[in-house]
């Protein structure tokens, strides 16, 4: 029977274990704590510490499965994608590692074994790769490589081949650790003659296993120096190794790929592969068919957009969320110019995605439903523009064409980025599909325009400090000073374990244990001081680097030197922070109950001043749903329950039922569950328990927190929201900086508190009255409300706002003399109601109708009361929001009299 990938990946990890390796989980996809990376790209990630000294694990041998995405930064094969059959933008790596245990003779025997005795592929289309050396950089062949490879094996010798520093000697960066590799490459030929093809980029013969054996250091002076602990690193693509052990020569005829290619196949008439012939149609290699291209782009993409999204990766419009964005886009555009799909069909794959890989990476399986959410925005989105700008696009290459010209203005592409979302690689492969050429300098350049205007910068900063020791900060969870020893400092990028510092120097200085918190998880580093006899330094900020804190700051008094003993005190800003963190754990429980389990966690920003807290939801939550979130977490607070702080194996704490993870960052094998409420287990499936695995500070008990007060819900990027909200003494700040402008408010207004709001509406309607019906020269017009007629002519009922009795008086008489019968007029004059009666004396006498007895009728319905003459009279109120009513009134009154 056939292996699936599945078998494979499970039988390459057991192979591993079965030698004394410990499984350690894939990574996520977002390197939460390494700035200098876009996305994981390789195995290695996770281990890069340890590489660089400054980390240990409980383990020397590992074996993994890593989720790789290369599609930007130092490794981009996103231009292969689709074109060939064996590059993707997201992989699946395996690896085996020693982390100073064994080396060349292990990793190179225990391959060999694997790949031909365990899943038995044929020795003669193997090739192994050695390093030749580099007489240039005094860099000797790795003979020892060669000498093993035709010692432990039964390779064919001649299969043993060079390779240059290009492709045989691996560096993690400028400096740090390096070393030779031995890659293992498979002739996928008819009939066996690849030989020359090794190395040589031909699809036909390609690299399946990379085995990197640590041995340098490279310093900063560019020196190599042997290595105390030399480490192996191997990384083999599942997705190439399928391949190869399911007898077919592309990745898209395995397992992995067919099921997604069968389920685009439903959306258009498109086969694929159908026009090669072959009894294998998904078996097709180098097939230049665009549809068969577009098929593969689609696939490839979809497993991508799930896997990155499901770890918490964004599609946005900078850094990693933009590669993103632009991965989609170029999926989305493939799938409607040659695959004449219509509306969002990227979102119609991920549950197959989910299916082929749910079980083994369960995260794209619990975030499905954010996964789809989010993509079908997105492609929504994008579709109303696609369709725009490839209109734009093509009335610009017609114009290059007939004019003979072949290269698109850089503004073109730019034009196409700014206003239809155009990527310029995507614009750029459509312009090759043309036969023309983007001026990608102009672009560039319009580019640079556009961000030096928006300010926009990138991120990521490019440098990685080595030979960082590992530092015991287990203290930090306690807040009492702390006595430590000074090891170094780092300056300029680079640790140093000399010399000294004096008052006004920033440095970051690294002490041998610390109380402080460095940054992580969210939760910001702690602010405080190092005391010495006679010198002071002020530390900004804690970062963590590997498993090294550094502490950020000034010297202010006296001067430091390495070995110095310094007394560590935390500043208490850390209690705001620590009120905040568990107040955070309560809003994301909150979260969850007042709108449902869709909601998770998109990030966090825990500081001493306040907490903000980012969380996938599709619409703006509501007023009334806001407040229930806040009050169930302060019911929380109220009962004062108690915070507790378990540490367990990874697998026990996945088991707890409602635990939440912050994805994205690092768990080692031992894990630290927070759980507010209770700390027992059975008690654990109740979903009054908030249960999170965090490293940060935490308070004892919810008492603590005082009150959690949110001031904001805002939405940051598609499916996105952010609450902003304080607590304890921020709270308090908070409830008496909105008392004091309610103050000022209800002064301003000569209203009380309560009543604001109705003065407020009564003086915005005075004032759309006022604009309607400008007072010309003091004399305002009446509004009429209501007319009613009499044996002696019309009688008026209507308003004027703005004026005073004497104002409303004179339109009376206006009224009067253009030969109403009687005119009742009300108006909001500065907080208070007046109104005024005028009744002519032939309707008194016809009909006995009063102007006094008609405002006392009236009135009360504005709170006020008056009186006067039968032809005149007036009344003050002082509920001016009900002066329509009292208009009403009038009008029903006159009514009724003169009916
Ligand atoms: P290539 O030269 O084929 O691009 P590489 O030298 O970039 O490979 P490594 O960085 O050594 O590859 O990665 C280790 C292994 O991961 C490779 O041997 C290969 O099996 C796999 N791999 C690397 N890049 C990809 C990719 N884009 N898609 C699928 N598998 C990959
Ligand atoms: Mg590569």
Same mark, same amino acid.
């Given at each position: 029977?056939?292996?699936?990938?599945?078998?494979?990946?499970?039988?390459?990890?057991?192979?591993?274990?079965?030698?004394? &390796?410990? #499984?350690?989980?894939?990574?996520?996809?977002?390197?939460?704590?390494?700035?200098? %990376?876009?996305?994981?790209n390789?195995?290695?990630?996770? #281990?890069?510490?340890?590489?660089?000294?400054?980390?240990?694990?409980?383990?020397?041998?590992?074996?993994?499965?890593?989720?790789c995405i290369r599609a930007g930064?130092?490794h981009n094969d996103l231009e292969d994608v689709?074109?060939d059959?064996y590059h993707h933008t997201?992989f699946?790596?395996?690896?085996?590692?020693?982390?100073?245990?064994?080396?060349?003779?292990?990793?190179?025997?225990?391959?060999?074994?694997?790949?031909?005795?365990?899943?038995?592929?044929?020795?003669?289309?193997?090739?192994?790769?050695? *390093?030749?050396?580099?007489?240039?950089?005094? $860099?000797?062949?790795?003979?020892?490589?060669?000498?093993?490879?035709?010692?432990?094996?039964?390779?064919?010798?001649? &299969?043993?081949?060079?390779?240059?520093?290009?492709?045989?000697?691996?560096? @993690?960066?400028?400096?740090?650790?390096?070393?030779?590799?031995?890659?293992?490459?498979?002739?996928?030929? !008819?009939?066996?003659?690849?030989?020359?093809?090794?190395?040589?980029?031909?699809?036909?013969?390609?690299?399946?296993?990379?085995?990197?054996?640590?041995?340098?250091?490279?310093?900063?002076?560019?020196? $190599?120096?042997?290595?105390?602990?030399?480490?192996?690193?191997?990384? @083999?693509?599942?997705?190439?190794?399928? @391949?190869?052990?399911?007898?077919?020569?592309?990745?898209?005829?395995?397992?992995? *790929?067919?099921?997604?290619?069968?389920?685009?196949?439903?959306?258009?008439?498109?086969?694929?592969?159908?026009?090669?012939?072959? /009894?294998?149609?998904?078996?097709?290699?180098? /097939?230049?068919?665009?549809?068969?291209?577009?098929?593969?782009?689609?696939?490839d993409?979809?497993?991508?957009?799930? #896997?990155?999204?499901?770890?918490?990766?964004?599609?946005?419009?900078?850094?990693?969320?933009?590669?993103?964005?632009?991965?989609?886009?170029?999926?989305?555009?493939?799938?409607?110019?040659?695959?004449?799909?219509?509306?969002?069909?990227?979102?119609?794959?991920?549950?197959?995605?989910?299916?082929?890989?749910?079980?083994?990476?369960?995260?794209?399986?619990?975030?499905?439903?954010?996964?789809?959410?989010?993509?079908?925005?997105?492609?929504?989105?994008?579709?109303?523009?696609?369709?725009?700008?490839?209109?734009?696009?093509?009335?610009?290459?017609?114009?290059?064409?007939?004019?003979?010209?072949?290269?698109?203005?850089?503004?073109?592409?730019? !034009?196409?980025?700014?206003?239809?979302?155009?990527?310029?690689?995507?614009?750029?492969?459509?312009?090759?599909?043309?036969?023309?050429?983007?001026?990608?300098?102009?672009?560039?350049?319009?580019?640079?325009?556009?961000?030096?205007?928006?300010?926009?910068?990138?991120?990521?900063?490019?440098?990685?400090?080595?030979?960082?020791?590992?530092?015991?900060?287990?203290?930090?969870?306690?807040?009492?000073?702390?006595?430590?020893?000074?090891?170094?400092?780092?300056?300029?990028?680079?640790?140093?374990?000399?010399?000294?510092?004096?008052?006004?120097?920033?440095?970051?200085?690294?002490?041998?244990?610390?109380?402080?918190?460095?940054? /992580?998880?969210?939760?910001?580093?702690?602010?405080?001081?190092?005391?010495?006899?006679?010198?002071?330094?002020?530390?900004?900020?804690?970062?963590?680097?590997?498993?090294?804190?550094?502490?950020?700051?000034?010297?202010?008094?006296?001067?430091?030197?390495?070995?110095?003993?310094?007394?560590?005190?935390?500043?208490?800003?850390?209690?705001?922070?620590?009120?905040?963190?568990?107040?955070?754990?309560?809003?994301?429980?909150?979260?969850?109950?007042?709108?449902?389990? &869709?909601?998770?966690?998109?990030?966090?920003?825990?500081?001493? =001043?306040?907490?903000? *807290?980012? *969380?996938?939801?599709?619409?703006?939550?509501?007023?009334? =749903?806001?407040?229930?979130?806040?009050?169930?977490?302060?019911?929380?607070?109220?009962?004062?329950?108690?915070?507790?702080?378990?540490?367990?194996? %990874?697998?026990?704490?996945?088991?707890? =039922?409602?635990?939440?993870? @912050?994805?994205?960052?690092?768990?080692?094998?031992?894990?630290?569950?927070?759980?507010?409420?209770?700390?027992?287990?059975?008690?654990?499936?109740?979903?009054?328990?908030?249960?999170?695995?965090?490293?940060?500070?935490?308070?004892?008990?919810?008492?603590?927190?005082?009150?959690?007060?949110?001031?904001?819900?805002?939405?940051?990027?598609?499916?996105?929201?952010?609450?902003?909200?304080?607590?304890?003494?921020?709270?308090?700040?908070?409830?008496?900086?909105?008392?004091?402008?309610?103050?000022?408010?209800?002064?301003?207004?000569?209203?009380?508190?309560?009543?604001?709001?109705?003065?407020?509406?009564? +003086?915005?309607?005075?004032?759309?009255? $006022?604009?309607? &019906?400008?007072?010309?020269?003091?004399?305002?017009?009446?509004?009429?409300?209501?007319?009613?007629? /009499?044996?002696?002519?019309?009688?008026?009922?209507?308003?004027?706002?703005?004026?005073?009795?004497?104002?409303?008086?004179?339109?009376?008489?206006?009224?009067?003399?253009?030969?109403?019968?009687?005119?009742?007029?009300?108006?909001?004059?500065? =907080?208070?109601? +007046?109104?005024?009666? +005028?009744?002519?004396?032939?309707?008194?006498?016809?009909?006995?109708?009063?102007?006094?007895?008609?405002?006392?009728?009236?009135?009360?319905?504005?709170?006020?009361?008056?009186?006067?003459?039968?032809?005149?009279?007036?009344?003050?109120?002082?509920?001016?929001?009900?002066?329509?009513?009292?208009?009403?009134?009038?009008?029903?009154?006159?009514?009724?009299?003169?009916?």
């Open positions: 029977m056939k292996r699936s990938c599945r078998d494979i990946r499970a039988e390459f990890i057991r192979f591993f274990e079965d030698r004394g &390796h410990t #499984f350690v989980p894939s990574g996520s996809l977002l390197p939460a704590d390494d700035p200098t %990376l876009l996305f994981a390789a195995g290695m990630n996770q #281990f890069k510490e340890i590489f660089l000294g400054a980390a240990t694990r409980d383990y020397v041998r590992a074996v993994n499965t890593q989720k930064g130092k689709g074109q059959t997201f699946e790596m395996l690896g085996n590692w020693s982390f100073g245990d064994y080396f060349k003779t292990e990793a190179i025997a225990w391959a060999w074994e694997l790949l031909t005795d365990v899943w038995g592929l044929p020795k003669d289309r193997l090739y192994a790769t050695v *390093f030749e050396g580099e007489a240039g950089e005094g $860099l000797e062949a790795d003979a020892e490589a060669r000498g093993l490879w035709a010692r432990v094996t039964d390779i064919d010798p001649s &299969h043993i081949i060079d390779g240059d520093k290009k492709d045989n000697f691996w560096e @993690m960066g400028e400096t740090g650790p390096c070393g030779p590799c031995s890659e293992i490459h498979i002739d996928l030929t !008819d009939d066996g003659s690849g030989a020359g093809l090794v190395n040589a980029g031909d699809a036909r013969v390609i690299e399946i296993w990379n085995l990197v054996f640590i041995q340098y250091n490279r310093g900063g002076d560019g020196k $190599l120096t042997p290595l105390p602990d030399r480490h192996v690193d191997t990384g @083999m693509g599942l997705e190439r190794i399928g @391949m190869v052990i399911q007898g077919k020569k592309s990745n898209y005829a395995t397992d992995l *790929f067919v099921p997604v290619i069968e389920k685009i196949e439903t959306l258009t008439d498109h086969r694929y592969g159908a026009s090669s012939g072959k /009894s294998d149609r998904f078996d097709v290699t180098g /097939s230049q068919d665009i549809r068969d291209v577009a098929c593969r782009v689609i696939a993409h979809a497993r991508t957009l799930t #896997f990155a999204m499901a770890d918490g990766i964004i599609p946005s419009n900078e850094g990693r969320g933009y590669v993103l964005r632009r991965i989609l886009r170029r999926a989305a555009r493939y799938g409607r110019q040659y695959l004449d799909i219509d509306g969002p069909f990227l979102v119609k794959l991920v549950p197959i995605v989910v299916d082929l890989m749910g079980d083994v990476f369960p995260e794209v399986a619990e975030r499905g439903r954010h996964v789809t959410d989010t993509i079908r925005e997105e492609e929504e989105s994008f579709g109303r523009t696609l369709d725009r700008g490839i209109e734009l696009f093509r009335r610009q290459a017609d114009e290059l064409k007939q004019t003979a010209r072949t290269v698109l203005p850089g503004g073109v592409a730019f !034009d196409l980025y700014a206003t239809y979302g155009f990527p310029v690689d995507l614009t750029r492969i459509m312009a090759t599909e043309r036969g023309l050429t983007v001026d990608v300098d102009g672009y560039d350049a319009a580019m640079a325009r556009h961000r030096e205007l928006s300010g926009v910068e990138s991120r990521f900063k490019t440098e990685t400090i080595s030979g960082l020791p590992s530092v015991d900060d287990s203290a930090k969870y306690a807040r009492e000073a702390l006595e430590a020893t000074v090891l170094g400092w780092v300056e300029g990028g680079r640790y140093l374990t000399q010399g000294a510092l004096s008052t006004g120097d920033e440095a970051a200085v690294v002490l041998d244990r610390t109380n402080f918190y460095g940054e /992580s998880g969210g939760q910001v580093g702690d602010a405080g001081h190092l005391l010495w006899e006679g010198g002071k330094l002020a530390v900004r900020d804690a970062q963590i680097a590997g498993d090294c804190v550094l502490h950020a700051g000034v010297v202010e008094d006296g001067s430091l030197k390495v070995g110095q003993a310094v007394r560590c005190e935390v500043d208490s800003s850390r209690l705001d922070t620590m009120r905040n963190h568990t107040a955070t754990h309560l809003l994301n429980w909150a979260l969850r109950e007042a709108l449902g389990d &869709h909601v998770n966690q998109a990030g966090s920003e825990v500081g001493p =001043e306040r907490l903000r *807290f980012d *969380f996938s939801h599709t619409r703006a939550v509501t007023p009334d =749903e806001l407040a229930r979130v806040e009050r169930l977490a302060n019911e929380r607070i109220l009962a004062d329950e108690p915070v507790t702080v378990g540490i367990m194996p %990874l697998e026990e704490a996945q088991k707890i =039922e409602g635990v939440r993870a @912050m994805f994205g960052e690092k768990y080692a094998g031992q894990v630290r569950v927070v759980s507010i409420g209770t700390d027992d287990p059975a008690a654990r499936a109740d979903r009054q328990c908030a249960i999170e695995l965090c490293a940060g500070t935490h308070m004892p008990r919810t008492g603590g927190i005082g009150l959690l007060k949110i001031l904001s819900e805002e939405s940051v990027a598609k499916g996105v929201r952010r609450i902003t909200a304080v607590t304890g003494a921020g709270a308090v700040a908070w409830a008496q900086q909105t008392e004091r402008l309610v103050k000022e408010v209800s002064a301003a207004l000569r209203t009380p508190p309560a009543r604001m709001a109705e003065r407020v509406a009564a +003086m915005q309607k005075e004032m759309k009255q $006022l604009r309607k &019906h400008p007072a010309s020269g003091g004399a305002a017009d009446l509004a009429v409300a209501a007319e009613v007629d /009499s044996p002696v002519g019309k009688v008026l009922v209507g308003r004027m706002d703005g004026g005073d009795a004497g104002a409303m008086r004179n339109l009376c008489d206006r009224r009067r003399r253009k030969g109403a019968a009687a005119v009742f007029v009300g108006g909001v004059c500065g =907080e208070k109601v +007046m109104l005024i009666a +005028m009744v002519s004396r032939e309707l008194v006498d016809s009909t006995g109708v009063k102007a006094g007895d008609w405002v006392k009728a009236v009135a009360p319905v504005v709170g006020g009361g008056g009186g006067g003459k039968p032809t005149m009279a007036q009344a003050g109120g002082k509920d001016p929001a009900r002066l329509d009513e009292a208009l009403k009134a009038a009008s029903a009154w006159i009514g009724e009299k003169l009916a």
